[in-house]
């Protein structure tokens, strides 16, 4: 079973490009997490949302509660932000997290 | 800052050995977590304790037991350790399961059994 499922696994970008990865998940949430992930690295949150729109810097993060739909967007992409991004999803009922498998970025100089 | 830190970055261990991994947050968290991370499998949870000497069941839980003797600590226990077992280890922490459940997360050990 795989509750919540991402696009694409794999990308690759030019520095300056626009980026968008995608979750879709099935299960009623209270929350939705952007995780980021660095090559050998932990594990960081980049945001917890449960509705709307948050942004941090060059990162936006938008969830459409309705279509169980959030989307994490890199503007003017850098070499710096190659990393694995996962999202995660605490769902209305049990005690635990549903992971999505990660959408490895990879931006090119 | 939360900190949570993992007893090992790497650990190479023989199959039938006892391999202990020790979790340590600082945040006074109530729930902690331990993870196993495989490519293309992303994170699958073996188990979470929601209180001290409390433990429940995550999705792959068999070959694993885990101890939570203190609030702060979290240990995962192979008992008799296979190849099959050889994978990221990664320990988290959070305030609340709802609401504020944001997790942190260990820097991760990285066990390989040979």
């Known amino acids: 079973k795989n509750e919540v499922e991402q696009s694409p696994q794999n990308l690759t970008a030019q520095e300056g490009e626009f980026i968008t990865i995608n979750c879709s998940y099935s299960?009623?949430?209270?929350?939705l997490h952007w995780l980021q992930q660095h090559p050998g690295g932990g594990i960081v949150s980049l945001f917890m949302l449960s509705s709307g729109k948050k942004k941090h810097g060059r990162l936006i993060a938008t969830i459409n509660i309705q279509e169980k739909h959030s989307s994490l967007h890199i503007t003017a992409s850098h070499p710096r932000d190659s990393a694995v991004y996962i999202c995660?999803?605490?769902?209305?009922?049990?005690?635990?997290?549903?992971f999505g498998t990660g959408t490895s970025l990879t931006v090119i100089p | 800052d939360v900190k949570v830190t993992q007893s090992s970055r790497y650990l190479v261990k023989r199959t039938g050995e006892k391999v202990f991994l020790e979790c340590v947050q600082d945040m006074d968290h109530e729930n902690m977590f331990w993870y196993r991370q495989d490519p293309g499998l992303g994170l699958r949870l073996i188990y979470f304790s929601y209180d001290v000497k409390m433990k429940e069941k995550g999705d792959i839980p068999e070959g694993y037991s885990v101890s939570r003797e203190k609030k702060e600590r979290f240990s995962l226990i192979l008992e008799s350790a296979s190849t099959n077992q050889t994978s990221m280890y990664l320990c988290?922490?959070?305030?609340?399961?709802?609401?504020?459940?944001?997790?942190?997360f260990g820097p991760g050990t990285r066990l390989t059994v040979l």
């Open positions: 995660a999803v605490i769902p209305n009922t049990g005690n635990q997290f549903y």
């Open positions: 988290a922490s959070s305030l609340n399961l709802r609401g504020n459940g944001e997790q942190f």
């Open positions: 299960v009623g949430i209270s929350a």
